[in-house]
């Protein structure tokens, strides 16, 4: 079982940064694949960045691509979302997930493990 915690979330207006963190305990952190979502109202959940557990196979979503970095640090049992440029249409609950596996899904239903979100609102 896996742990999923997030903060960072908060109000920021367009073109302002945001830094998300996750935090996981439970079962070897280092062994899992993680990944970002984000789910605005009326909206379906759709997968933001994605990151495999060796760090080598990173993904993003197009529409974050040059403005969101992604990372993990196996030793902190921490996975991040760096985000810059935001824009209103960024507004979301973002979720930290968790699989247990080497590669990244960019669909909800391939994860195993959820947090409970944090806020990220963009004020234009």
């Known amino acids: 079982q896996v742990q999923l915690v997030e903060s960072g979330g908060g109000l920021v207006q367009a073109g302002g940064s945001l830094r998300l963190s996750c935090a996981a305990s439970?079962?070897?952190?280092?062994?899992?694949?993680m990944g970002w979502f984000r789910q605005a109202p009326g909206k379906e959940r759709e997968f933001v960045a994605g990151?495999?557990?060796?760090?080598?196979?990173?993904t993003y979503t197009d529409s974050v691509k040059g403005r969101f970095t992604i990372s993990r640090d196996n030793a902190k049992n921490t996975l991040y979302l760096q985000m810059t440029s935001l824009k209103p249409e960024d507004t979301a609950l973002y979720y930290c997930?968790?699989?247990?596996?080497?590669?990244?899904?960019?669909?909800?239903?391939?994860?195993?493990?959820w947090g409970q979100g944090t806020q990220v609102t963009v004020s234009s």
């Open positions: 997930a968790g699989r247990a596996g080497m590669e990244v899904r960019d669909y909800p239903k391939g994860y195993d493990y």
């Open positions: 439970g079962r070897t952190f280092s062994m899992y694949a």
């Open positions: 990151r495999g557990w060796s760090g080598r196979s990173t």
